[in-house]
């Protein structure tokens, strides 16, 4: 579990920092390693889905698309 007042200390941190401290953290990790060039794909499509927040398809019409593509192949 996560130590609250440190979470807390970390909050108050500047968003740069704060994406400083992850990036540190994730380095000190060894499972689940993302090369640099996936973790642009990543942030790109984070960057892209914060700024359109309402570009998005339901669970339900994904598979109603997915179910459509199958019958025509």
């Known amino acids: 579990m996560v130590d609250q007042a440190l979470l807390e200390q ?4 500047d968003e740069s920092v704060r994406r400083e401290l992850r990036d540190a953290i994730d380095h000190s990790l060894d499972d689940g390693y993302v090369s640099p060039e996936i973790a642009a794909i990543i942030d790109q499509r984070i960057a892209e889905a914060d700024a359109n927040p309402n570009d998005f398809v339901t669970l339900d019409e994904d598979e109603r698309e997915v179910r ?6």
């Open 68 to 73: 459509a593509r199958r019958r025509i192949a």
């Open 10 to 13: 970390v909050m108050r941190l």
